[in-house]
């Protein structure tokens, strides 16, 4: 069968010992984590990891099963990269001397729509949001300035479609009450 990559989404309350937990889910299947961030999401008091993988769906709709059966997950969910849309973030710490001496180095930044956030005598720092394939393109088109260092973002993405998530969470709450 195929292998995709999906988005898994995954609700719960922030407790410790969770993303461990859902971390060996991954590692008993010996699958590789693509992208994995964690924040507050829309629901107060509840929080979202997002996590890409690259497998079938098969394996993706087991994961998910196993990922709810978790106490502290409320809901999980997964999405091809059609149903959602995503973009990553990426920082990179260039010596200044490129900004100043490499014009060329202006367009590169210009044509890829990316930031400078600050400069410093020693070196300047760009931000660039955008598609893995973008920020990695902008990260070798850099290395030839003295990129001094690189960070990217996991995947953070929505879904074209509702989830329905707090209609989930309210019938919970009015079950509960």
Known sequence: METKTYTISVYSENNVGLLNRISAIFLKRHINLESFSTSASEIPDVYRFVIVIHVTPDTVRRLVQQIEKQVDVIKAFYHTDEETIFQENALYKVKSSALFEERHIQN?????????VTVSPEFFVIE????????????????????????????????????????ILNTFKNNNN
């Open 108 to 116: 590169i930044i210009k044509n890829s729509h990316a930031n400078i």
């Open 128 to 167: 660039k949001t955008g598609f893995r394939e973008e920020t990695e393109q902008l990260r070798k088109d850099l290395e030839p300035y003295g990129l001094l260092q690189f960070v990217r973002s996991g995947r953070i993405s929505v879904t074209k479609a509702k989830m329905g998530i707090s209609e």
